[in-house]
């Protein structure tokens, strides 16, 4: 498996992987390397609701996912699995347990499965260790060295996600032969919410474009935007992206899976602001760039409503944000911000000047 | 809540994997609140790499910001930490990223540093985020520099100023309807948690250094904060032991020194801190302290001071200053906040701060010296301005070898309102018609001289008897056995260290060979193993137990025996319970066990040792059950403390006071020096016998300058003519060559009428002799008693002349603190009055009495020490200044000292050490029908000894005001008394009333009280029952009875 692993490079999926968008091998190589005796968590902690693909991969397809964590954990010398869940997800709770049970009586691993706080920052790979440690506050760690060196219990640690150990299943089961692009070989899942009749989530090969998702939904209007890549995603006018890391990173968007379409009349600017909000609110408080970052974003955003044309501001706040954060909270907490500026600039002037021509900011 | 979490069987957080990260049963629970960080260690070997063009070399250990620094490049990196390694880099300001061409933006702090790394600090990237970075640090910082105890001191401040901030881009942190009160309920530290930028330092200090685990970072987003591990809502109700390590690191002015807490703001009334924040929550001193002291910080009302430098500097900001200063005066409280919000861009605000602060802290003299509480020898700057104490803060690492740079202790850091204290003796007194008076330094003297004179005459030279002061510096030590040998004659010359570590001394001289401790504070801070015995040391040696704590939490195996379950035993691999009285029996056994089991060093005993068979035979009879029977050690508990010992590479044995003041003290410690030898835990790195010495100066002062009895300095024979030849040619008097009497026997000798004058310096034995009701009467029945010290002691109530001496602050001169470093007392402060320094008043003494004493300086009088003293011979001031203190033996001014003794031998003629078998006493008294407790006796944190000292401090009285008695609550249920009730204490000498503390510390049947206070004296009840080779009173064993007190 390491070696199939190796010979496509195949990469981590969302943002709880230790690996996000790298090679897995690589953090293999390195955690069998390391002083110390390696583990693997299974990191299927998030908070997001509408992020749905892992709590559910864990929930319907166990085996899938615990099998393959046994196989990473071979594969690396680790004697241990944890698999990690939200603790309200009480369905992912049980199946992952009764599977665990049957996994570790036919292989040599021991398999925990264990919860989390229902806390957006608890899926973040440093945050969701210190959470498996028992700290009664979570804060992301210092990197380098990453978990893949010291994690758990500062032992080499391996995290996926139930996505990424899926992949690597398919890739064991089909013996190497999976489908899409080279670089990002696979496939890759992503629920579709937002302005739509009913929620979905779907798999697209990585050599498919998102607009495909826009034939999985049905929209109430047309769409305006999308948020793509989770709460932390970025907004664009178009689906017409590759779906795979590459892609969708050259499109300045996010890798993480969820897209939520956006309809006529949702604003772009209110949408950036409270993404923004949530950032403020929920960041873990360790560092300067993310913790008063968020809070003067949050802020420049409104005084942009009071007539303060401040774009450059807010982009160099944004900037520093995201190069200088700790972890992928504080790095992509600014995206949907950037991206509205990018893509809907127009508008924002527009609020300066007293209007919000999609009329959300008007009504409220 | 939620179904899963309701459930009967709650769903576990923390999966059951190993950790194998090591720990002590404390700190495993402690929740700091912070993130397991990996460990930045810095450069595996010398890395080469180029910063800005430059190529630099950084040697192992060093970092990224170690380079940029070589590289003469400048990031502000405001929250990392260069006070000590156990603060790792917290990376969480971001200020101090710079763009690489490998991986980026990295922050310097924290990012390893790799070979050919090629960094950019000054490229437009880095530079903006180090830029926007700063200004998101000042946005949340309640920037009121003016009225900040910080100013002039505060790092943020300064890198602001560097970086010529004028407007920041945030602006700054003023929303007074979001104040945090400041939490000023610590008499010692206050904090102000508006001006915190979380860089955590502070908690680490607490976590890591000092592994006491008070402070966390708790909440998250805006909302993080930091706090209490209890869940304390203030500092008072916190389990701070007031070390200050949190002041030391704070990077701004959110955790202060009270004493500093207004140095450099303007001096205006109303300038403060406090009323700077508009909230505060009150330190209520204790209810034993004084009611009149100042609880709170004080403004200063003078003007005239920035007057006086404003006409002559800074036209620009004389204006702005006067203004602000009169708008103060009209606006009231919030004045000095809201004008200068109104008034001034913040980088103005740095003008006047940076102005005013360099005005007010250029009265402010920093002094670097030696701590003059215990014997670690920690060293610091004291900060003073007008011949008062304010503060003290560590001094470079370099400058303190034995706190590490950076560690204190609440009585090193805060304990010096006893400086200025008003009831300091600032006039000599004489006694007439029994009253003391004061007199003129002239009148003083001669009444002695006269009085010492005409008692020498009648009664002889032996009728007087002389005490030194392990306080005092070694050269006026040096002088008062000088004074007591030459200038009166007298053989009966010896201090307090009778009534410590005289056992020690006397133990260790006969086996090894120097009695003291054998090896350095820093084998104590990394042996892979303890065995500590008969030492509290969290509370009487904090600092060097905070380096034994931080060894044990990073894996060194701890074993203690003690009869109390003590602060160091909570962090103890094992902890055993021994009966007090009985410690020859379960070292014995130890040794024993040991020897049975084929774990002694055979190598070592054959090649550097004698009498290993008699040592054998003496130790057959403690078998395991037998010390199980003797002293209720678990043979379990004998096993596994000796194999951990034997198997061990190094070994330290650690003891204080709980081993050596018994009636067999000597036989303790004897055991001890034969267990370490068998193992063979001596003469190399990290290992060794290691005796906790008490005084500042009890190593110099109490022993080495030979205020002895029974040798002349330097350990040198009384009945070696060629050594009375040596002091005679310096002296132009022979030493007399008899053994004098020690201190308990000289107390015998009054009411025997043998002794009749007494010359005390620094000393107070009213307090500290065992009985003191038969010591005061001693001290009543003699013909003249001379006492020379700060206060009017107990002691001194009984004098007929008494001379006011400086404080440890007050002079200059050298202490030897435990490990045999000789290190450097500067004079921070002016005595008070007319006090002097002791060396000075001995000295006018002397010549009063016909001698020719002409030293100008204690520099001199070193030079006639190492002269003299051969283990001293190469120590001058000059030297110690230089080389940052110096470890005896240092026979010449080649020799570079020594570390750790017995490398090359011990030391004895033939270099091999002897086996002296320790024979098991019975403690002097038992429990019996009359009498059924074991009393037992011992310090706590706050108080030093007779507590002289600590009782005059307000903070200190505020923590431990007054005597207590700890009882095992089933004892108390047995005699009914509850916790906090006041009970008596009898013992056939005496009684007592204290306040009894119902604890598990001690055992059932045994009892602690503290020794500090002259309410409630503890020495009321102890026995006048000595170990009789070295005269050491068995303070730790007598019998009482309790009852409550219905008084």
Redesign the interface.
């Known amino acids: 498996m390491l070696k199939r692993a190796a010979e496509t490079g195949l990469r981590g999926r969302g943002r709880g992987d230790v690996a996000t968008d790298e090679p897995v091998a690589d953090c293999w190589q390195t955690a069998r390397e390391a002083t110390g005796e390696p583990a693997v968590v299974v990191n299927a902690n998030e908070a997001d609701p509408r992020a749905m693909a892992d709590g559910l991969l864990l929930a319907a397809d166990p085996f899938a996912v615990i099998d393959s964590a046994a196989a990473v954990a071979n594969a690396i010398g680790a004697p241990a699995v944890v698999v990690y869940v939200t603790e309200t997800d009480e369905r992912a709770y049980r199946n992952a347990t009764t599977v665990a049970n049957l996994v570790e009586s036919i292989t040599s691993v021991s398999i925990d499965v264990v919860v989390g706080p229902d806390e957006y920052m608890a899926g973040e790979p440093t945050m969701a260790l210190e959470s498996l440690e028992g700290s009664d506050r979570l804060e992301a760690r210092v990197r380098p060295p990453g978990p893949e060196e010291h994690g758990l219990f500062g032992r080499p640690t391996v995290l996926h996600t139930p996505r990424t150990l899926a992949q690597l299943r398919r890739l064991a089961l089909e013996d190497g032969d999976v489908p899409g692009v080279d670089s990002d070989p696979g496939s890759r899942v992503f629920d579709i919410y937002g302005d739509v009749t009913a929620v979905a989530t779907t798999e697209l090969e990585t050599d498919d474009t998102l607009a495909t998702l826009r034939e999985c939904v049905e929209m109430d209007g047309s769409m305006n935007a999308a948020c793509v890549g989770g709460v932390f995603g970025g907004l664009t006018e178009t689906l017409d992206v590759p779906a795979n890391a590459d892609g969708l990173a050259a499109a300045e968007l996010g890798t993480d899976g969820p897209v939520e379409l956006l309809n006529r009349g949702r604003c772009p600017v209110a949408f950036a602001g409270r993404r923004a909000a949530f950032a403020r609110k929920e960041n873990c408080g360790r560092c300067v760039p993310c913790r008063e970052g968020s809070k003067q974003l949050t802020e420049l955003l409104r005084s942009v409503y009071d007539g303060d044309s401040l774009i450059d501001d807010i982009r160099e706040l944004a900037r520093v944000m995201e190069r200088s954060s700790i972890c992928s909270f504080g790095r992509s907490a600014a995206r949907p911000v950037t991206t509205a500026l990018n893509e809907f600039e127009a508008e924002f002037r527009a609020h300066a000047d007293g209007r919000c021509p999609d009329g959300e900011c008007t009504h409220s | 809540m ?4 309701s459930s009967e069987n709650p ?11 090591p720990s002590t049963p404390l700190t495993e629970d402690f ?1 700091t ?8 260690s810095g450069a595996d070997g010398r890395v080469q790499l180029t910063v800005d063009g430059r190529s630099v070399t950084v040697d192992p250990g060093e970092t990224l910001l170690d380079a940029i620094e070589a590289a003469g490049a400048d990031v502000s990196a405001l929250c990392h930490d260069d006070h000590s390694d156990e603060i790792a ?7 101090c ?1 710079v763009e690489t061409a490998a991986h ?2 990295v ?1 310097a702090c ?3 540093v790799e070979e050919g790394m090629t960094v950019h600090t000054d490229s437009a ?1 880095a530079t ?2 180090r830029d ?2 700063l200004d ?2 000042l ?2 910082h309640n920037l009121r520099c003016t009225t900040c105890g910080q100013n002039g001191r505060c790092e943020l401040q300064d890198t602001a100023i560097q970086q010529e901030i004028e407007e920041p ?2 602006g700054v942190f003023d929303d007074r309807d979001a104040y945090e009160p400041i939490d000023d309920t610590s008499p010692f530290i206050q904090i102000d948690r508006n001006k915190c930028i ?1 860089c955590n330092r502070c908690v680490e200090a607490c976590n890591d250094v000092q592994v006491e685990g008070v402070l ?9 904060r930091i706090a209490f591990q209890n869940e304390s809502e203030a500092m008072a109700g916190s389990s701070c032991v007031s070390c200050g390590h949190c002041a030391t690191v704070c990077p701004t002015g959110s955790i202060t020194e009270n004493g500093l807490a207004d140095t450099a703001t303007l001096p205006i009334p109303g300038f403060n801190q406090q009323n700077s924040i508009g909230e505060a929550i009150e330190y209520e001193p204790g209810e034993s302290t004084d009611p009149d002291a100042p609880a709170e910080p004080t403004a200063s009302t003078s003007l005239s001071g920035v007057a006086g430098v404003m006409d002559r500097a800074r036209r620009q900001a004389e204006t702005t200053v006067r203004d602000v200063a009169e708008r103060a005066f009209l606006e009231g409280e919030h004045a000095a906040e809201r004008v200068a919000s109104s008034v001034l861009s913040e980088g103005q605000m740095f003008d006047i701060a940076e102005f005013v602060s360099k005005h007010r802290l250029d009265a402010v003299d920093v002094t670097e010296t030696t701590c003059g509480y215990c014997s670690v020898g920690c060293r610091f700057d004291v900060y003073s301005k007008d011949d008062e104490v304010l503060g003290v803060r560590p001094t470079d690492a370099e400058h303190a070898p034995a706190n590490d740079g950076f560690s204190t202790c609440v009585k090193g850091k805060f304990g010096y309102d006893f400086v200025n204290s008003d009831d300091r003796l600032e006039q000599p007194l004489i006694r007439e018609n029994g009253v003391l008076r004061e007199a003129t330094w002239d009148a003083a003297l001669e009444r002695v001289a006269t009085e010492l004179s005409e008692l020498t005459d009648e009664y002889g030279t032996d009728s007087i008897a002389c005490f030194a002061s392990s306080k005092c510096t070694n050269e006026e030590n040096y002088l008062m056995q000088k004074f007591a040998r030459q200038v009166l004659g007298t053989k009966n010359i010896d201090n307090c260290a009778r009534l410590c570590h005289s056992s020690t001394v006397a133990a260790l001289k006969q086996t090894v060979g120097y009695g003291a401790m054998t090896n350095r504070i820093e084998d104590v801070a990394n042996t892979d193993c303890y065995l500590i015995t008969g030492s509290n040391t969290t509370e009487s040696h904090p600092v060097l137990a905070t380096r034994i704590k931080q060894n044990v939490r990073d894996g060194a195996d701890l074993i203690v025996f003690d009869p109390r379950k003590i602060g160091i035993a909570e962090h103890a691999d094992q902890y055993t319970r021994v009966e007090p009285g009985h410690d020859v029996a379960w070292i014995n056994g130890l040794i024993r066990y040991v020897i049975q089991h084929d774990l002694h060093d055979e190598a070592f005993i054959a090649d550097n040792t004698h009498d290993f068979d008699e040592l054998k035979r003496k130790v057959e009879p403690f078998t395991p059950d037998e010390v199980e029977r003797l002293c209720g050690v678990d043979p379990a508990d004998l096993a596994s403390a000796a194999e951990t010992i034997a198997t061990a590479d190094t070994c330290v044995f650690g003891w204080a006071m709980g081993m050596t003041q018994h009636a067999h003290g000597t036989q303790n410690v004897l055991a001890l020096a034969n267990l370490a030898l068998v193992t063979g835990h001596l003469g190399k790195p990290n290992a060794g016998l290691s005796p906790f010495r008490g005084h500042n100066n009890v190593q110099g002062g109490g022993g080495d300058m030979g205020t002895l009895p029974s040798t002349l300095p330097g350990y040198q024979p009384l009945d070696d003519p060629a050594v009375l030849d040596a002091f005679e040619d310096v002296w132009d008097e022979r030493p007399p060559a008899e053994v004098g009497l020690t201190v308990p026997e000289v107390f015998t000798e009054v009411h025997e009428g043998n002794v009749r004058g007494m010359y005390i310096m620094g000393e107070n034995p009213a307090l500290s002799e065992p009985d003191i009701g038969h010591a005061k009467d001693a001290l009543e029945a003699l013909e003249f008693l001379v006492v020379q010290d700060l206060f009017l002691t107990e002691t001194a109530e009984h004098a007929d002349v008494v001379l006011p001496a400086a404080s440890f602050a007050e002079k200059s001169g050298t202490f030897t603190n435990t490990e045999r470093r000789v290190q450097l007392v500067g004079q921070a402060v002016s005595p008070p009055d007319a006090a002097r320094q002791d060396w000075s008043i001995l000295q006018s003494l002397a010549n009063r009495l016909g001698y020719e004493w002409s030293y100008e300086s204690p520099a001199e009088i070193m030079d006639e020490i190492s002269d003299l003293v051969p283990i001293y011979g190469g120590i001058t001031h000059d030297r110690v200044a230089r080389e940052g203190g110096l470890q005896w033996p240092c026979r010449d001014a080649d020799d570079p000292g020594t570390p750790y003794l017995y490398e090359d031998g011990f030391n004895f003629e033939d270099g091999k050490a002897r086996f002296v078998p320790a024979d098991m006493g019975e403690p002097g008294e038992l429990p019996g029908e009359e009498y059924p407790l074991t009393l037992t006796t011992g310090r706590v944190l706050y108080h030093f000894h007779t507590g002289t000292l600590t009782r005059r401090v307000n903070g200190i009285m505020s923590h431990v005001g007054e005597s207590f008695v700890e009882i095992h609550p089933d004892t108390a249920d047995q005699l009914g008394v509850s916790d906090g009730q006041n009970v008596r204490v009898e013992s056939r000498r005496g009684s007592i009333v204290a306040a009894a503390r119902v604890t598990d510390h001690a055992d059932r049947g045994v009892v602690f009280m503290p020794m500090h206070f002259a309410t409630g004296a503890v020495n009321e009840l102890t026995q006048e029952r000595f170990d009789p080779i070295s005269g050491i009173p068995e303070y730790k064993i007598s019998s009482v009875r309790i009852s409550p007190d219905n008084a």
Do not use: K, W
């Open positions: 939620h179904p899963l979490m769903i576990p957080r923390v999966p059951d994997v190993t950790d194998p990260q929740t609140g912070t993130a397991n960080d990996p460990a930045c880099p917290r990376s969480e300001c971001r200020t990223v980026g933006l922050p924290s990012f390893p990237n903006e985020v926007v970075n998101l640090v946005s949340n881009r945030y979380l966390r970072i708790e909440g998250s987003g805006e909302e993080t």
